[in-house]
């Protein structure tokens, strides 16, 4: 039994950073109906800026209540920054353009920013471990062998993605720009009608979700080290679990990486952990062929 | 106007290409050339990084001496970024673009299969300093290795385990590693009476996260861990497990050695690996090596950084015995390699181009090794 409380822990901890990088999928695919493949490298870049950042700031000795939070942001501020760089100069000049396009391209620079990270003056082909910032230690419950054990970073990789995303939701729900982004989703040429500047909703759009998947690099970063290609994986999973959760949906994404990090764990705890990586596609397919629209999302069908 | 930006961006893709260069295709006949392939950077960086720095520690004392057959070695070095598609692509390059008469290379078996295919395929003789899966050697004539194979480090392994006692062990290996492949196989097979596989888990190198897996092997309940793996995931692997409280020894072979496990310190302490080296052996040759190694680059070396020094020598003695600097006389030379005195041991290659040599168990502490067993080939 404590097992399997293990196991849902570990799977709840990595879920949630699978629910952030999610987010930025569900998002751009709300308000463009495009699938931003660029967006692993988004998370990748994140851990990137983070680890320079603390590097940094290393020698002035800044207590952890400044300097955790200082680099957080400095990577949010820097991946809303990028993310703002690609859609202005790679998804807008080709927004009346079919959908394959625009496809294409993102897979294109997602390639572009992997092989930039692998350069040395961005970061190197070589897997680096993160600079000293939070001591990490564990607390482990339960008499051995029957022990429980929960990492303080699985403590702020969980709490991080649950605050944010309550923070998004008062965003989504609650500001005019949220709403501007609601209805951008709900139908871009009516809602430019109606005076909202769309281009603007969109650059937001983009920025929001690159600053998550920020947050989602650098706590990964931290737990396991930084490498030019760790956003691969990561990103095609978030993508499953934005499927999964309905792709457009926000509670979706979460639900879905929540799910999706369960699944994975579950997969290599019990069943054989060869077949954790194929397991997440595995799900896409099902996932696809039983409900396409997600667990969230509403089926809606096309008028012609 | 739109001309303008469009001749701007061709302009810019042409300077673009233009800006690669390429680096050798000019053949001066004054010079010997050898290519080699090696993971200089990436997920394995310190297995090419230690193995390029004994390789030019060999070729530079080779031509201090008056180089072979009248002329200097140089070694063309392309690094394949640890992946075995570069791997391919970048011998392809050295001997297609290059000319080399012969390749040193890879530490890693994957890539040395990778490599292998193609030099065998093009008649270039290929010599690997390390790589221990058996199969290397078998995809041609041309392929060499001056290292033991894992049907060996495999039995080594069994044999420690059997000698600490371990009844009970978990093998946690790497499904996307040819080299962890064949010493799981090599190990199963030494182990198989003296003792039991309670469980084998396994994991993708360059993952992340194992705690998933290290959870259900700590309730298999095991003596010991078997983790037939790179240093990189080896660290990460230790020291989730010791966050989960799994708290026996882990133990595994060469590919544990590297400067970032020793740099991992504590974590690793109890843990044990087969190598082909230690620096605390006494043997004459291989002190003067450690001190020619620390002369040229400030440091201590490791298995690659020897075995990479003892690829070199034989090479260029190989060359000499050849007569010439011809692919084909020169892997004839390398395949009558008998008794020569390497810094690793004596080599002999045999009749399956592969070399045996002793092995030694390493233990771990305090981000330092010592010898716990050394086992010589029967």
């Not at chain 1, 000795?61 to 790679?90: D, K, N, Q």
């Not at chain 2, 310190?46 to 004392?61: K, N, P, V, W």
């Not at chain 2, 300093?129 to 060499?144: E, K, L, M, R, W």
């Not at chain 2, 194979?149 to 039995?155: E, I, N, R």
Request: glycine share 10%; net charge positive; with cysteine.
């Amino acid at each position: 039994m404590h097992d399997l409380i293990q196991q849902l822990i570990i799977g709840l901890s990595i879920g949630a950073t699978y629910a952030l990088i999610a987010l930025g999928y569900t998002m751009v695919y709300g308000v463009l109906r495009l699938i931003n493949f660029a967006h692993g490298e988004v998370y990748m870049m994140g851990a990137v800026v983070g680890f320079h950042v603390t590097n940094l700031i290393a020698r002035w000795r800044l207590p952890l209540w400044v300097s955790l939070p200082f680099v957080f942001v400095t990577a949010m501020v820097a991946c809303a920054a990028l993310g703002f760089l690609i859609e202005f100069l790679a998804y807008r000049p080709l927004r009346n353009r079919p959908r394959l396009v625009v496809l294409i391209t993102a897979i294109g620079v997602s390639l572009l920013l992997q092989n930039l990270a692998q350069m040395w003056f961005i970061f190197g082909p070589t897997p680096q471990a993160f600079p000293p910032l939070i001591p990490q230690y564990s607390k482990t419950f339960g008499t051995p062998p029957n022990t429980i054990t929960i990492s303080n970073l699985d403590v702020l990789s969980f709490g991080l993605s649950v605050g944010l995303m309550a923070a998004l939701a008062w965003v989504v729900l609650r500001t005019r720009t949220g709403l501007a982004l609601r209805a951008v989703s709900y139908r871009f040429d009516t809602s430019s009608l109606m005076g909202i500047n769309t281009n603007r909703t969109i650059s937001f759009t983009f920025m929001l979700g690159s600053a998550l998947a920020a947050v989602a690099g650098v706590v990964d970063a931290i737990r396991y080290d930084v490498k030019p290609l760790m956003g691969l994986m990561p990103g095609l999973k978030a993508f499953v679990a934005a499927v999964l959760g309905g792709i457009g949906s926000i509670p979706g994404a979460l639900v879905g990486g929540m799910l999706m990090g369960l699944v994975e764990t579950l997969v290599k705890g019990y069943l054989s952990s060869a077949y954790a990586d194929a397991v997440a596609f595995v799900v896409l397919i099902v996932i696809l062929l039983v409900k396409p629209s997600g667990l969230f999302g509403r089926y809606v069908p096309e008028k012609l | 106007m739109r001309w303008m930006t469009r001749t701007a961006w061709a302009a810019l893709l042409v300077a673009g290409l233009m800006s690669c260069k390429d680096k050798g295709a000019s053949r001066p006949s004054n010079e010997i050339l050898i290519g080699e392939f090696a993971s200089m950077t990436g997920q394995t960086a310190t297995f090419g990084q230690s193995s390029h720095e004994g390789l030019m520690l060999a070729i530079d004392q080779v031509n201090a001496a008056g180089g072979v057959l009248g002329k200097p070695i140089r070694v063309i070095t392309e690094d394949n970024r640890s992946d075995a598609n570069e791997a391919v692509t970048a011998v392809q390059k050295l001997i297609s673009r290059d000319h080399v008469v012969a390749i040193i290379g890879e530490v890693a078996s994957k890539r040395s299969l990778a490599g292998g295919g193609v030099c065998q395929q093009y008649k270039i003789p290929m010599l690997s300093p390390s790589s221990t899966n058996p199969a290397v050697t078998q995809v041609g004539d041309y392929i060499f290795r001056i290292c033991f194979t894992d049907d060996f480090q495999g039995g080594v392994c069994a044999r420690f385990a059997v000698k600490k006692g371990w009844k009970k062990v978990v093998i946690f290996r790497d499904v996307a590693n040819d080299y962890s492949k064949g010493l799981t196989a090599g190990f199963r097979a030494g182990y198989e009476n003296a003792g039991s596989v309670v469980a084998e888990e396994s994991f993708r190198e360059g993952d992340n996260d194992f705690k998933a897996q290290l959870t259900k092997i700590k309730s298999a309940g095991p003596d010991a861990v078997f983790l037939p793996a790179y240093y990189a995931d080896v660290v990460k692997i230790v020291k989730q497990a010791r966050e989960l409280e799994l708290n026996v020894p882990f133990f595994g072979g060469d590919g544990w050695d590297s400067p970032t496990t020793l740099a991992a310190g504590a974590v690793m302490d109890g843990c044990f690996f087969a190598n082909h080296y230690s620096p605390d052996d006494p043997r004459p040759a291989v002190q003067s090596f450690i001190k020619a190694y620390q002369a040229k680059y400030r440091k201590t070396p490791d298995a690659m950084a020897i075995l990479g020094y003892d690829a070199g020598r034989v090479m260029a003695d190989a060359i000499k015995l050849a007569g010439k600097a011809e692919p084909k006389a020169i892997r004839d030379a390398l395949a009558q390699t008998k008794d020569f005195p390497g810094a690793s041991g004596t080599i002999t290659i045999d009749e399956r181009r592969n070399a045996r040599k002793p092995a030694f168990v390493l233990a771990l502490k305090g981000g330092k090794t010592s010898i716990a067993d050394t086992i010589n080939p029967e």
